[in-house]
């Protein structure tokens, strides 16, 4: 065999051993992978970490109420609750009690992997259930290294960055070793650049599962504090007295606005008059409009809790609204995807502790319309609407006062008879029947004088501006003839 041969078959030998490798890993842990639906919408992965225990990404399962757990071979489970939960590691452990055949629990690694070892990925990436995916230990990150290089995240623990693809749906599925171990739970990926996929490793795992151990069992809405926000209208975060605060606010946001926006305004349309804005964009004391589908989390007598753009909200009823009906004829249960679009004053982060004693928070809202009447704010849009006007005239005027000007300016001459003794600053206004009439500068009276009385330069010089003078000649007499009356 020669030595390209040799080679060749060496390498076909690796190739086909590593991947009955991944077959081999693939059936040891594909009992253990589960698909976690939530009744807010949201789906992802998650794996069986003890007899009665599944890990997750806190994300998959936040803000939600409950949580419904697939199997391999279609068999599914409802979560029981919440035992252990950390927003800033996103790692979550909750109860699932069922069949202990379905409860294979796999095995969490002791230590960190070193790079450049091999792993693969497992989950249910856009809904395509119990994948696999196959990569290397790209290196392990400190949270401080990921906050620093991806500007605006704000993770904690040791994490393991992967080649192995993580798309939308495997948040929350085992990163493991070719032995079967948990070395982390995949959770999320970079866009910017290639490959750059990240998951909360094994130490971390262990430590959850550690906490959760000795746990209280609670429901995930106990758990994500739907119940404990703030009832009492003083809580709400907003200024005592918002009305002038808000009619500034507003008053500054029409003042922006295109015409055709203004005319939208003007007809009752003050909301589709605004860009609607991000959530996240969102900073206090704003007016803003919001706009999208969101999730009703709550409903209160006189407020509303929700989450739009993954921010959570709580406004308070627009004056239409009255939460007990709305609570009679919709029920307690949140409401996804409804369509969102207002005008909100924005208030105060409010802070509550959920019974997992986290720390959580919520933007407080405030409909405009529930500040400020309806004859109000259609006040402010005509107020701008007659401050357009009056600049406009004013603009429009000052146009005209300059183009007189202008006109005054090039038919304006020192004249001088044919016999060189006789001059007169003038404007020349009317040219009739062999006589130009002329408006004196200094004391505004009108004169007529035959053309051939003028020298021979002035002569010329009307001759070349005649078409100027017929033209604009009436309205530059009126105009000073105007200012002498004015004077006198």
Not at 379 to 394: G, S
Request: hydrophobic share 40%.
């Amino acid at each position: 065999m020669s030595l390209l041969s040799a080679l060749a078959f060496s390498l076909f030998a690796a190739t086909a051993s590593a991947g009955q490798g991944l077959v081999d890993l693939s059936e040891k842990v594909g009992p253990s992978i589960t698909h976690l639906t939530t009744d807010t919408g949201a789906s992802g992965s998650g794996f069986v970490a003890g007899p009665d225990v599944v890990v997750t990404n806190y994300h998959v399962v936040d803000g939600c109420r409950e949580v419904t757990v697939k199997f391999q071979g279609d068999v599914f489970a409802k979560a029981a609750g919440v035992l252990h939960l950390d927003a800033a590691k996103d790692v979550a452990v909750i109860r699932v009690s069922t069949r202990p055949e379905l409860m294979v629990p796999l095995k969490i690694r002791g230590a960190l992997p070193k790079q450049g070892e091999d792993v693969a990925a497992f989950g249910n990436p856009q809904g395509l259930e119990f994948s696999v995916t196959r990569g290397i230990v790209s290196g392990l990150r400190t949270s401080e290294s990921l906050n620093e290089i991806f500007r605006g995240t704000k993770q904690q623990g040791t994490w393991i960055q992967t080649d192995a693809a993580i798309s939308p749906g495997n948040s929350g599925g085992p990163l493991v070793d070719f032995n079967g171990e948990v070395v982390g739970i995949n959770t999320f990926y970079h866009a910017v650049g290639q490959n750059l996929n990240f998951a909360l490793s094994c130490v971390e795992i262990l430590d959850a599962l550690k906490t959760a151990k000795t746990a209280t069992l609670v429901s995930f809405s106990e758990a994500f504090g739907e119940g404990r926000t703030p009832e009492s209208p003083s809580q709400t975060g907003l200024p005592e007295d918002l009305r002038n605060t808000v009619r500034a606010q507003l008053s500054s946001l029409i003042g922006g606005l295109s015409h055709p926006q203004i005319r939208s305004a003007q007809t009752g349309n003050i909301v589709g008059a605004f860009q609607p804005v991000k959530a996240t964009a969102m900073l206090e004391g704003q007016v803003v409009r919001l706009a999208g589908k969101a999730n009703v989390i709550q409903i209160f007598e006189d407020s509303m809790f929700f989450q739009i753009d993954g921010v959570k909200c709580r406004s308070l009823l627009p004056p239409a609204l009255d939460g007990a009906v709305l609570r009679a004829k919709l029920g307690d249960d949140v409401i996804l995807n409804v369509p969102l679009d207002y005008l909100f004053y924005v208030g105060n982060a409010q802070g509550y502790t959920t019974v997992m004693d986290k720390r959580s928070y919520y933007i407080v809202l405030a409909p405009v319309d529930r500040i400020l009447d309806k004859d109000e704010i259609g006040d402010l849009v005509a107020q701008e609407l007659k401050r357009r006007e009056v600049k406009w005239a004013e603009e429009s005027q000052r146009a005209s006062e300059r183009a007189m000007a202008q006109h005054v300016k090039s038919l304006r001459r020192t004249f001088q008879d044919n016999t060189g003794r006789f001059t007169i600053d003038a404007v020349a206004v009317h040219i009739s029947q062999g006589q130009v009439e002329l408006i004196r500068m200094d004391d505004r009276t009108t004169i007529k004088v035959p053309v051939t009385r003028l020298s021979d330069a002035d002569q010329k010089w009307i001759e070349g501006q005649e078409s100027r003078i017929n033209v604009f000649g009436d309205r530059v007499r009126d105009h000073l003839l105007a200012i002498r009356s004015d004077e006198q």
